[in-house]
């Protein structure tokens, strides 16, 4: 009987009351692909850092062929040949590929470094798997892709024969996702085993050989690949069916233009817009999709007031674009930003102050530079009531809040207006940036839903998203945006899945830039 | 070793943090005595004595407080807003050298002007001048991001030096005999006492007046939710709207201003002349009582009360027996990394494992 | 102008230049170190002024002069390790941390030195390290053998950050901590033993006061030259050759200032001169400011395997 290459007999990890990790047992055989399913928050990568050394267990133990792995030391971790790549990677931006790939190879004590032979063996190694890579290149001036190989060739150059992969597609293009797979096929082709871990499920089907699927912290079913259905694994990492929200089509024709943008551009780098042109209309929802770091991240803060126009034009409601955030929620824009913990909320605060921050300079909740306190905490109140945010009182600080209820209150207090009886129509304009990253399915389709029931009340919507099946769900037009340009914002139908994917690498068919700003839709 | 959170701070462990901390802090010094072949308990008995066992003993105490509490405060309000102000040294002299040029009595009479019209203008000239000394590196640091901590401290030496300069040269006290002190205050501007007999003036109400008006601007108006989300995160106060850069800039205004008038009321109220030791550390001690106040204003009044006893009682005592006075300032230093360590054991659990 | 001309011709302003410059190139190394490795260390005054009162203390006390020298580091390394205890196994605040211990380590010296002398007018004296006659070179031969160390060690730092693997984790854990701990390496240790390592060196930049530009030891010695290094790092790109320039640039100004004062060409007050240094400090940093590529994990606390 051979040994598993890898087995994990009862891992149990808490933090604080939480329980990460519940008794999870899982095998993996050498050259075998293993996809780790579930959603955001059912432990995942908590098992996936305890297996690398990053977190301890306080319970069970791991075995790599047949020998017991020191727990909570990477370099034990590293040492059994197993090695991690990052969801969120883990590279010094100014230090080049070399360096990084080399760190921690060499005993610290040694008085001198081998740079040429370790230059060869990267150079070798990135060949065996069909890698490219430039060593001397600063890791900064990377683009993503190329980064996921340094990351993936830090791994492989220490020799590892397990490779635990944390989402690794959220980041890529259809096109960049499917070179992987071939690198993915090579390593297995060579006896390497990989854990995958992802919560697209067509992908996972693809890929892996065998799933386990993890839901609240426990190991609630195992399957070989082969013979399982979407349906089935959501129904295993949900426990129950959740209803979609579903999207009518937009009955509304020539509806008012709500917001505009002319050859705008902004910014420099990365993060820059170049001529991006586009309108908005009342009553439909504009997805924008696109890999991140595309120039998205600009977009969203001009809309959000944060960042201002260098040229083109803005417009709101026919007027010029107010542009400072206070002015902005005024007049009814709602936003929601991309990051909630480090730009969404001040987490130290109270929850009341955070929901009434972006109101505070009005005078519904300040007079002559003096808080209307009681005002301000019934606000809040209704807001945390009307959409369920839960786990903590007002005056609890705002990190203390799960993911799903933090984005809850910013929805909540987006769309809310002051006066009590107003209803949420109000909002002309919602700006949301990867609203659902991040969260379980069930706040997921709240979030979708309260989107499309804004849409329905006659806001227009800008949604950017890199979930490609968001994007295609919720979007009645669908813009591509890639290195700060915009293609055309076309009906959903007058794309495909594969359309997208070349748009995103910025391999488009013939699109012109410009919007027409003529709102066509399907019957 | 490692940190682990605490799920719920007890109360009662916040409560016993600065206790644990101090008692901490007074075994160093037991220490530091015994090396100056000192008794310890009659050091510490003369020390609490010469701090606050008498009226005389609680006047000095009150008086040392009063510029305590001002930098103090300029302190708090600074570090709240995450803008650390390390020059309240020097704007406490800039504040000083003001109201000297304001209400000196240049040549004989100095500025004839009605008397309630020329102290507001002396206060408002200090403030004025500590503020506008903070303004630069803030500027600096909002515009170009150079940090404010190395160059509020390099403005502190260049403020003494050109005290020191104004009192060889224009502002020298003519009367004075070389001694390096400037033109003395007119009279009429000087705070007056509180109580009588005593070396307490009128100022120690205006740095409680001042301690309570920031409390209430930090808790209650727009300005200090602004201040507050800025020092807790600057990229979400500015998605929500708060004006970042004007709020640090108002922010350098009020530190300075109030180390500024700290200057301006030592001078009038203690010492009517403007000397190149007015000041003995007062900008520096005045960020420790910030720290040890938790950045709290009313907390300040505590702190500063609490430090300048300490700094009351060591001269006192070491007049008695000797030991060197510097131990109070190593009390008031092992006093904030100890508060700092004790707070942060309150929210976090130590592990002694990997 | 010709008195300018003078003055840099004459070998004696060279010396002072030298020697203005050694404490302020061991201090930014030292400060460099711990920047590297992602910590700010504000407690070099205070480590100064307590390198050059242990120091001088020690030979006071009958040790040799490398003796004192030793004890300075060991002052500098024990003060480090309080403030790598503070902010990398406590995570507290970088500022406050080490302002605290500039602060500790002042009035400790300060206490110390008036503890053993309680009754001095004029501060005791010890015979202090000699000029270096052997080495027959000009301008060189009049510093001292901490000159020469300093000297030295600007490219033996280095070698050890851009040529050993050691100094590649220094250099890691200060951009991105989590990728040295996934390459298996101790963010905390190799932190800890870098501000260790740079706070020995801020003791030996003050003990060169105490046991070589100066034979006593006197309060407000150090006067500002702590902060001048910090800004000089910022100034040096974190560079150990830049910080070498910079060091040599500042203490040019410095001597140069003195030599002006004393030549009466001018007659400005001595305190516009003695101002010059810490003003054009702050012009050096505002001049690279737009251009400082910091290293990225600077000022950032980080806790191994904190949610």
């Known amino acids: ?523 | 070793m490692r940190l682990e959170k605490r799920n719920q701070s007890s109360a009662v462990a916040m409560a016993l943090a600065p206790v644990g901390a101090v008692g901490f802090t007074l075994l160093i010094a037991s220490l530091l005595v015994l090396w100056a072949g000192a008794p310890v308990g009659q050091t510490y008995a003369l020390l609490l004595k010469g701090g606050f066992g008498s009226v005389f003993a609680l006047s000095e105490t009150l008086t040392r407080a009063i510029p305590l509490m001002l930098t103090g405060l300029a302190a708090a309000v600074a570090f709240r807003a995450r803008l650390f102000n390390i020059g309240a040294e020097g704007q406490l002299y800039m504040g000083a050298l003001a109201a000297v040029v304001v209400g000196g009595l240049h040549g004989g009479t100095g500025l004839d002007w009605p008397t309630p019209v020329l102290f507001v203008l002396m206060m408002a000239a200090a403030a004025l001048a500590g503020a506008l000394l903070l303004l630069g590196p803030a500027l600096m640091k909002t515009r170009l991001g150079v940090d404010e901590v190395v160059t509020t401290l390099l403005l502190n030496f260049i403020v003494l030096l050109l005290v020191s300069w104004m009192l060889d040269g224009p502002m020298k006290d003519p009367t004075a005999m070389g001694w390096p002190q400037s033109v003395a205050l007119n009279p009429a501007l000087e705070l007056s006492k509180l109580i009588e007999q005593t070396r307490v003036h009128t100022g120690l109400l205006w740095g409680c007046a001042l301690a309570v008006l920031l409390w209430l601007m930090m808790k209650y108006t727009v300005l200090g939710f602004d201040i507050r989300a800025i020092g807790a995160n600057a990229r979400a106060a500015a998605f929500a709207g708060v004006p970042v850069t004007r709020t640090v800039v108002l922010v350098a205004m009020l530190s300075g201003g109030l180390a500024g008038l700290a200057g301006a009321i030592e001078v009038a109220g203690r010492t009517s002349y403007l000397t190149l030791d007015m000041s003995p550390g007062y900008g520096y001690s005045g960020i420790v009582i910030a720290m040890l106040a938790g950045l709290h204003p009313l907390g300040v009044v505590l702190g500063s009360v609490f430090v300048a006893g300490v700094l009351v009682g060591a001269d006192s005592m070491s007049r008695a027996i000797g030991v060197p006075t510097y131990i109070a300032d190593v009390i008031v230093a092992a006093s904030l990394i100890s508060v700092l360590v004790a707070t942060l054991l309150t929210q976090y659990r130590v592990r002694w494992q990997a | 102008m010709m008195e300018l001309i003078d003055t840099l011709a004459n070998p004696a302003f060279w010396v002072a230049v030298l020697r203005i410059a050694t404490p302020l190139i061991l201090g930014t190394l030292g400060v460099l170190l711990c920047e590297r490795a992602g910590v700010l260390n504000l407690g070099i005054e205070g480590i100064m002024v307590a390198g050059a009162f242990t120091g001088w203390l020690a030979v006071f006390a009958g040790a040799s002069l490398w003796g004192g020298v030793a004890v300075a580091a060991l002052t500098g390394a024990v003060l480090g390790s309080l403030h790598a205890f503070l902010t990398v196994v406590l995570a507290l605040s970088q500022h406050v941390s080490g302002l605290g211990i500039t602060l500790l380590a002042t009035s400790l010296s300060y206490y110390g030195y008036r503890v053993s002398f309680p009754k001095v007018t004029t501060p005791p004296t010890i015979a202090p390290f000699g000029p270096m006659d052997w080495l027959g070179v000009p301008v060189l031969s009049q510093q001292t053998a901490l000159t020469l160390l300093a000297l030295l060690l600007v490219p033996v730092l280095g070698y050890v950050l851009y040529r050993t693997p050691l100094g590649l984790a220094v250099r890691m854990v200060g951009e991105n901590p989590q990728a040295a701990e996934g390459q298996g390496v101790s963010v905390a240790k190799v932190r800890t033993g870098a501000i260790v390592a740079g706070s020995a060196l801020m003791g030996v930049a003050g003990s060169f006061l105490t046991l070589s530009a100066f034979n006593a030891f006197f309060f407000n010695m150090i006067n500002g030259r702590g902060w001048v290094c910090v800004a000089l790092v910022v100034f040096a790109s974190w560079r150990p050759g830049k910080a070498l320039l910079g060091a040599l640039l500042f203490a040019f100004f410095d001597a140069l200032q003195l030599r002006l004062q004393q030549s009466g060409g001018v007659t400005l007050p001595y305190q516009l001169y003695l101002m010059l240094p810490y003003v054009l400090s702050i012009v050096a940093l505002v001049l690279v400011a737009r251009k400082a590529s910091y290293p990225q994990a600077l000022m950032k606390p980080y806790r191994k395997g904190e949610r």
């Open chain 1, 1 to 523: 009987m051979i040994d598993p290459v890898l087995r994990l007999t009862g891992i149990t990890k808490r933090f604080g009351s939480l329980v990460a990790n519940d008794n999870i047992s899982l095998e993996l055989a050498a050259g075998e692909v293993l996809a780790l399913l579930g959603e955001n928050g059912a432990g995942k990568s908590t098992l996936v850092s305890i297996l690398f050394g990053h977190y301890t267990a306080d319970a069970g133990q791991i075995s790599v062929n047949g020998q017991p792995l020191p727990p909570g030391d990477p370099r034990a971790a590293l040492a059994a040949g197993i090695g991690m790549v990052h969801q969120h990677f883990t590279l010094a931006d100014n230090l080049s590929v070399l360096d990084n790939v080399m760190m921690g190879t060499e005993p610290l004590w040694q008085p001198f470094t081998r740079q040429r032979a370790a230059r060869g063996k990267l150079l070798s190694v990135a060949q065996q798997f069909g890698l490219t890579v430039e060593p001397k290149a600063l890791v900064g001036s990377l683009s993503v892709g190329e980064r996921q190989r340094v990351e993936i060739l830090k791994a492989l150059y220490r020799g590892a024969r397990i490779l635990i992969l944390d989402e690794p597609t959220a980041v890529l293009t259809p096109q960049e996702s499917e070179a992987l797979f071939a690198v993915l096929g090579k390593m297995v082709a060579q006896g390497l085993s990989i854990i995958f871990i992802s919560h697209k499920l067509g992908e996972v089907l693809r890929v892996s050989d065998r799933v386990a699927v993890l839901r609240g912290g426990k190991l609630v079913a195992q399957a070989a690949a082969a013979g399982t259905t979407q349906a089935q694994l959501a129904q295993w990492m949900v426990g129950h069916a959740i209803a979609e929200p579903v999207r009518q089509p937009t009955a509304h024709v020539g509806s008012p233009v709500v917001c505009a943008l002319q050859s705008v551009s902004t910014g420099s780098g990365r993060e820059r817009l170049a001529q991006v042109s586009l309108s908005l209309h009342a009553g439909e929802i504009v997805a924008i999709a696109g890999v991140s770091g595309n120039g998205q991240l600009a977009l969203a803060e001009l809309l959000c007031g944060t960042r201002q126009v260098q040229q083109g034009r803005v417009t709101y409601l026919g007027q010029p674009w107010p542009g400072q955030p206070a002015r902005l929620v005024a007049q009814g824009v709602a936003r929601i930003p991309e990051d909630r913990h480090a730009v969404g909320v001040v987490g130290d605060l109270p929850l009341w102050e955070n929901a009434v921050s972006e109101r505070l300079r009005t005078p519904a909740f300040s007079r002559w530079g003096w808080v209307r306190r009681q005002q301000a905490r019934a606000y809040a109140q209704r807001v945390m009531q009307a959409f369920d945010v839960r786990g903590g009182g007002a005056t609890s600080p705002a990190r203390s809040l799960s993911g799903g209820n933090m984005q809850k209150l910013i929805l909540g207090r987006a769309l809310t207006q002051p006066e009590p009886g107003a209803d949420h129509s109000a909002a002309r304009l919602i700006v949301a940036h990867q609203p659902t990253w991040g969260l379980d399915i069930g706040a997921v389709a709240y979030v979708q839903s309260q989107l499309i029931a804004a849409r329905d009340a006659g806001a227009a919507v800008l949604l950017i998203s890199d979930d490609l099946d968001e994007v295609m769900t919720l979007g009645d037009r669908i813009a591509v945006m890639h290195a700060g340009e915009l293609t055309s914002a076309l009906p959903a139908m007058q794309w495909s899945r594969a359309s997208i994917g070349l748009a995103m690498a910025g391999l488009t068919a013939g699109a012109s830039m410009a919007d027409t700003g003529e709102l066509v839709h399907a019957a």
